[in-house]
T-cell receptor
């Protein structure tokens, strides 16, 4: 299957600071990137969808100015949580899509804890 | 709209017990159906899939059959192991790999005791 690399796997930051999460597709070109967040014991909730070189489309209720998504290349997308607050603490997972694959591949996830 | 409903967890079983995790869906047309597994602290891994009615997906002893008449895709395994302890997600997509969204169920936590 496809190789997806997401970093960091966990991060702790102070309130008010920003955190950047990277997602790389190592062996295929990701024309589309999906970003999810997952609260403990809950399902994945889609936050936004981005196409390479275009602005991301955010799901209802997701603040685009808080969760900045950059998808400037076909192998890298970043999610920046700006001015993080404790309620942003969550598990964030990326899903790049592209190429000829007919199944979904996910990043390993990033556990963000804001203190 | 499209949706997926799974049986609530947690499900606790003894090793070698039979497993069923129910999944039903609501969708227009003919979606593809998936089961994903998430081990603690990790992302999701595809467990199995089915793309049309009556297809049976299978992997690592797990099976699920796409039943259009009952709009179901129940996950089964004849004999679970401690290593199967994880959270299982049922999902559907109308156009995967074409920018189509994956719609997830709420997840079912499975705990297998020795």
């Amino acid at each position: 299957g496809a190789v997806v690399s997401q970093h960091p796997s966990w991060v702790i930051c102070k309130s008010g600071t920003s955190v950047k999460i990277e997602c790389r597709s190592l062996d295929f070109q990701a024309t589309t990137m999906f970003w999810y967040r997952q609260f403990p014991k809950q399902s994945l909730m889609l936050m936004a969808t981005s196409n390479e070189g275009s602005k991301a489309t955010y799901e209802q209720g997701v603040e685009k100015d808080k969760f900045l998504i950059n998808h400037a290349s076909l192998t890298l997308s970043t999610l920046t949580v700006t001015s993080a607050h404790p309620e942003d603490s969550s598990f964030y997972i990326c899903r790049p899509e592209g190429g000829l694959y007919t199944e979904a591949f996910f990043g390993q996830g990033t556990r963000l804890t804001v203190v | 709209g499209n949706s997926v409903t799974q049986m609530e967890g947690p499900v606790t079983l003894s090793e070698e017990a039979f497993l069923t995790i129910n999944c039903t869906y609501t969708a227009t047309g003919y979606p593809s159906l998936f089961w994903y597994v998430q081990y603690p602290g990790e992302g999701l891994q595809l467990l199995l899939k089915a793309t049309k009615a009556d297809d049976k997906g299978s992997n690592k002893g797990f099976e699920a059959t796409y039943r259009k008449e009952t709009t179901s895709f129940h996950l089964e395994k004849g004999s679970v192991q401690v290593s199967d302890s994880a959270v299982y997600f049922c999902a559907l997509s109308r156009s995967l790999n074409q920018g189509g969204k994956l719609i997830f169920g709420q997840g079912t936590e499975l705990s297998v005791k020795p």
